[in-house]
């Protein structure tokens, strides 16, 4: 198994990102998937998740509005669009499956096991 994430990098504020997370060696399109990040300091908090085929998503109130989740699972990937960055987004960011409970609106989402290597994301001027 393994998740390989990139698109990190140094952005200022108001830029954008992509985040991408290429997935091997389990059927990726049985699985939702999420993204996590981790500030310095800070404790991992749940940014977006996605189900496997239907659509359905979860964003993070801090980031609603601006991160877009995605995937193609023709190509087992997983992606994290991030628009009008702010200096608070910056945070080592992970891709990872997920659990979901949809009934469960405020964090529908928690990891299940396979997680991809972190992708650093500074925004800052």
């Known amino acids: 198994v393994q998740l390989q994430a990139s698109g990190g990098g140094l952005v200022q504020p108001g830029g954008s990102l992509r985040l991408s997370c290429g997935a091997s060696?389990?059927?990726?399109?049985?699985?939702?998937m999420g993204w996590f990040r981790q500030a310095p300091g800070k404790e991992r908090e749940i940014v977006s998740c996605m189900s496997s085929n239907d659509g359905t998503t979860y964003y993070a109130d801090s980031v609603k509005g601006r991160f877009t989740i995605s995937r193609d699972n023709a190509k087992n990937t997983v992606y994290l669009q991030m628009n009008s960055l702010k200096p608070e987004d910056t945070a080592v960011y992970r891709c990872?499956?997920?659990?979901?409970?949809?009934?469960?609106?405020?964090?529908?989402?928690?990891?299940?096991?396979?997680w991809g290597q972190g992708t650093l994301v500074t925004v800052s001027s």
């Open positions: 990872a499956t997920v659990y979901t409970a949809w009934t469960n609106s405020a964090n529908p989402c928690s990891p299940s096991g396979y």
């Open positions: 060696g389990f059927p990726f399109d049985y699985y939702a």
